[in-house]
């Protein structure tokens, strides 16, 4: 089981949390399975074919994009972040 | 009981003393000028490390750490500098030789000198803490005086930005912002205060750098950055670019024209409890659209002013991002590149992700598609 790691702007497809769990032997096996446990916030991330393009994941610490992709083994106890671009700054 | 005068004989007697033409043949040779300060300053041998006489035998090892290294060491006339060879040959410098004639018969024969640029006395107090600083030092701190960086944003972001860039003696700082003080921005935006309330951000900014430091000069726009405005701004001529902005567009934007003109920038955003931090150096790492090749949907991009932000986390990601500023400006440490951080301001936990180059980037990539600017606000709502 890895620990998702829930960027602010998608806790309420979360239903608030901060974090939730999902497993899988693959990225894309993680994704589904994401997917199934909170539908809100997989369909955000995953199409079911591909990663959505405004949203990074990462396995422990590396973009899954530039290190082998949807089929790239997760390790048991991962820990995956989301993170969609945030605008914030100025601030009016 | 021997005199000066029979001591410096007997001392020259024992050591080895070089002529200027032959110390300049001497290979690999390190030079050492035991002079004091204010001869230093007034001009030295270029190349030449400053150790004061008093200070030679504490801190030669850390100027020449390898005890087999020639070293010429000299003063103004050749005598400070024959004591000296023999105290550095008492630990073990055997081929430390000493400039008869000093550095004023080198002067005198016409060989090359440097005059030091030098920090006035009230700089030295003002910057003093910096001075204290190996990494930094008074070249560190005439190259923070020397440098341009550029603020996109007098808010949250560019607020701390503004006060420590000018507190750390950034000779030039530049401000973009089209907005005026509002009482909703007094919350985290340290720049202002009520004092400038309903004024345009730049002019407060500006009103606050200058009564921290006279050193600094501002220069001031106090318009929205678009593809019409930015070359002209961006001709003025900065170092660094630090981005605090609070919409898309302008992030896409400042992302092109930088990777174009080869500014690294320094990029921060935040949002409620959480912040990101990075460093685009065009060439050396990742751009913008590498790590985010487009943005996200409007219900995923609500800005601070939709979705709020605690008031301290913006001083904590601005001055993060002062502090990768700093370390591009003096040439020192390892800065943020390629690497993203993240802060989460209520588990108190920072994360650092890898974040690569992408070759078939449409802008830094290796068959760039987009070479002029685009209309940025289309691309970021369709």
């Known amino acids: 089981m890895s620990v998702v790691r829930v960027p602010p702007v998608l806790r309420s497809e979360a239903g608030g949390a901060r974090e939730v769990e999902a497993s899988g032997g693959t990225v894309r096996e993680l994704l589904e399975d994401l997917a199934t446990r909170v539908p809100a916030l997989g369909e955000k991330v995953y199409d079911g074919t591909e990663i959505r393009p405004y949203v990074n994941v990462y396995v422990d610490g590396e973009d899954v994009r530039t290190s082998g992709g949807l089929d790239a083994p997760v390790r048991d106890n991962a820990t995956i972040v989301l993170l969609p671009a945030m605008a914030g700054g100025r601030g009016r | ?382």
Not at chain 2, 301 to 316: D, F, Y
Request: glycine share 10%; aromatic share 6%; proline share 7%.
């Open chain 2, 1 to 382: 009981m021997a005199t000066y005068r029979e001591l410096l004989k007997q001392v020259k007697d024992r050591i080895e003393e070089v002529d200027a033409r032959q110390a300049r043949e001497l290979d690999g040779a390190a030079w050492v000028d035991v002079r004091e300060q204010d001869e230093w300053d007034e001009g030295h041998i270029p190349g030449a490390a400053h150790v004061p006489r008093g200070n030679l035998e504490s801190r030669i090892e850390n100027v020449v750490p390898d005890r087999s290294t020639p070293v010429v060491i000299y003063c103004a006339s050749g005598n400070r500098s024959a004591f000296a060879v023999e105290s550095l040959r008492a630990l073990g410098y055997e081929s430390a030789v000493s400039l008869v004639g000093g550095y004023t018969d080198w002067k005198r024969n016409g060989f090359d000198i440097t005059i030091p640029r030098k920090l006035s006395p009230e700089r030295r107090a003002r910057y003093s803490r910096h001075l204290l600083i190996p990494e930094i030092g008074e070249e560190g701190q005439l190259k923070l005086l020397d440098s341009k960086i550029l603020l996109i944003g007098a808010g949250g972001l560019g607020s701390p930005a503004s006060l420590y860039l000018a507190a750390a003696g950034v000779g030039t700082i530049g401000i973009i912002d089209a907005d005026i003080v509002d009482e909703s921005n007094l919350q985290r935006q340290i720049a202002h205060s009520l004092n400038t309330l309903g004024t345009p951000k730049v002019d407060s900014a500006r009103r606050t750098i200058e009564a921290l430091n006279p050193d600094v000069e501002v220069t001031t726009y106090r318009e929205r950055l678009t593809s019409d405005n930015i070359d002209r701004i961006l001709d003025d001529g900065w170092d660094i670019i630090v981005d605090g902005a609070d919409n898309f567009p302008t992030r896409y934007l400042v992302n092109d024209a930088s990777v174009w003109r080869g500014i690294p920038v320094v990029h921060g955003s935040i949002y409620r409890f959480e912040g990101q931090v990075t460093v685009f150096k065009p060439g050396d790492g990742p751009c913008y659209r590498c790590l985010y090749p487009s943005p996200p949907p409007p219900e995923l991009a609500p800005s601070c002013a939709e979705g709020g932000v605690l008031g301290v986390l913006p001083g904590i990601v601005g001055t993060l991002q002062t502090n990768e500023a700093l370390k591009l400006a003096a040439g020192i440490g390892d800065p943020l590149v390629g690497r993203l951080l993240l802060f989460d301001a209520l588990a108190t936990d920072f994360t650092e992700v890898h974040i690569k180059r992408n070759p078939e980037c449409p802008v830094c990539g290796e068959h760039p598609s987009i070479t002029e600017y685009i209309d940025y606000v289309e691309f970021c709502t369709r």
